[in-house]
């Protein structure tokens, strides 16, 4: 077990970092930071030079591979950091110096336990992408096909190890202070961080992802996923068809190439939508170093270590929460979040419905050019303060994504408006689920499980274990026993370990809280 001094000691090493690049300023004049919280803070930066204005993305960029990855959950997460800080944090660059090729070539040869030569007759060692947890190669294998294999950095797996439990060690102290700590369940998004990178660092898990979200495309037409091959896939190395294509994000190579723009962005949202709603299995990492457009004009998309996944029921949920904004039906959007479970019922659902109103009105009928989704959730956001929803952790990947595909959408068409696109097709997927014919269907399906399920159902009610409510049942949080809980079992004075915790949490405070309700 890691010791508190050892965790205080990364927290203030990375404290000094945020410190220079301007970070722990802002936590002081937020009116929402515990006042000791934010003298420690003052006292963590003592002395450093700070730039006038904050740079969150280059501070986690200075920290590490594991403070990068963490950056890009929080980009996610405006409620928690402040819009100013979410928008930069979502230009972090996820890409770090290379690793020399000689190491490059020991990890595979160590994981496949045979010469490098067995498996690929060339290998460029040159790398087409390095980023915090692998670097890629173009590889033609000994059957002359052209290939980009993705290898882990060597001691990524350990670097990160080390760095997620000093995470969960500041947020567990963090959430004890309550208050709006405790209703953000910082402990919970680092679960979910850890869930997320964990599988990141598997790359098998990487190759069944694509392989999955694949199956579930075959029949969209334009959107493409490369085909991996797994005789040359293990845990820490991935074998993945080549793609020949441009960046979606040169826009003046495509016009070049005679590609339809507004074609494209609006085959890039039904794409996301298809995933996110029809099948429930997303690619959450959409930007725009992840998709190519071939010359066939198909879209093709790379890098699939974070994906996202909605039950079906919260798919309905979903999709009617989306045609209730586009429509103005917020009474209904009102009614899902208490249905959910999402908002208290001490609540009334018709002010919520009325403060959703305030949400909505002002984007429908309006290009992404004058008003953008993220500024729509910037609004959802608040009002999840006014009504002590709690944070939904299975939505944050769905939120991220849809910032993600907007802005790309926006660059290929600046006119193009997100809900006309939309409303379509999750008006024809409503019907086609929640209409008559489908009720019925879903009726007998329920009425065969609850049948067969009557056994369990006694077991349950036996343990006292009641049904969860609309959002999935979370992560079981590692134990962490608090520094002040530490001293008072030894028997000794908690007061000097208070002091050093809460200078722990000033600093995670400033890596989870770095411009909160700014």
């Known amino acids: 077990m890691t010791r508190p001094t050892t965790h205080i000691l990364r927290l203030l090493k990375w404290g000094r970092i945020l410190a220079r690049h301007g970070v722990l300023r802002e936590i002081e004049r937020s009116p929402a930071t515990p006042p000791a919280v934010a003298r420690l803070t003052r006292l963590a930066r003592f002395g450093a030079r700070q730039p006038a204005e904050p740079d969150y993305a280059g501070a986690f960029q200075a920290i590490g591979p594991a403070a990068i990855k963490l950056g890009q959950t929080l980009a996610t997460r405006p409620d928690l950091v402040g819009e100013d800080a979410a928008q930069n944090l979502l230009s972090l660059q996820d890409s770090l110096p290379p690793v020399p090729f000689s190491a490059i070539k020991a990890q595979i040869e160590q994981s496949f336990e045979q010469p490098v030569e067995a498996l690929y007759a060339e290998i460029d060692p040159e790398p087409v992408g390095a980023a915090s947890i692998a670097q890629v190669h173009s590889a033609v294998t000994t059957d002359g096909r052209k290939v980009a294999v993705k290898v882990l950095r060597p001691g990524i797996r350990e670097k990160f190890a080390h760095d997620i439990t000093t995470y969960e060690w500041a947020a567990a102290h963090l959430e004890a202070l309550g208050g709006e700590a405790q209703r953000l369940r910082p402990r919970l998004t680092i679960a979910n961080f850890k869930r997320w990178t964990n599988r990141e660092l598997d790359l098998r898990r990487e190759a069944a992802s694509a392989s999955e979200l694949s199956q579930l495309m075959s029949g969209y037409h334009g959107y493409r996923i490369p085909a991996i091959d797994w005789d040359r896939t293990n845990g820490r190395v991935m074998t993945i068809e080549w793609v020949d294509g441009v960046k979606i994000s040169n826009i003046a190579a495509l016009k070049e190439a005679g590609h339809n723009l507004p074609q494209l962005a609006q085959r890039l949202v039904l794409a996301f939508l298809t995933q996110a709603i029809s099948a429930g299995y997303f690619h959450a990492d959409m930007h725009q170093g992840n998709l190519f457009v071939r010359p066939d004009g198909d879209i093709v998309a790379i890098d699939f270590g974070i994906m996202g996944r909605i039950d079906r029921r919260a798919r309905q949920w979903l999709a009617e929460i989306l045609y209730g904004l586009t429509t103005g039906n917020y009474r209904r959007v009102a009614e899902i979040h208490f249905e959910a479970q999402y908002v208290p019922s001490y609540h009334s659902v018709d002010e919520f419905a009325t403060a959703l109103r305030a949400v909505g009105e002002p984007m429908r009928g309006k290009p992404v050019s004058e008003l953008s989704v993220g500024q729509m959730l910037d609004g959802l956001f608040a009002i999840t303060r006014d009504f002590d929803m709690q944070t939904q952790p299975h939505l944050l990947l769905l939120q991220k994504t849809m910032v993600m595909v907007e802005g790309i959408a926006t660059q290929l068409d600046p006119d193009i408006n997100m809900w006309d696109v939309a409303a379509p097709f999750v008006r024809d997927w409503i019907r086609d689920e929640l209409g008559p014919e489908a009720a019925l269907a879903d009726r007998l399906r329920q009425d ?28 079981p949080l590692p134990d962490v026993e608090l520094v002040w809980e530490r001293r008072r079992r030894k028997g000794t004075s908690p007061w000097g370990y208070i002091a050093t915790a809460l200078g722990g949490g000033a600093l995670v405070w400033a890596g989870m809280a770095l411009g909160w309700l700014s």
């Open 448 to 475: 065969v499980k609850t049948l067969f399920g009557l056994p369990d159902l006694v077991r349950r009610v036996e343990a006292r274990f009641p049904p969860k409510g609309g959002a999935p049942e979370q992560p």
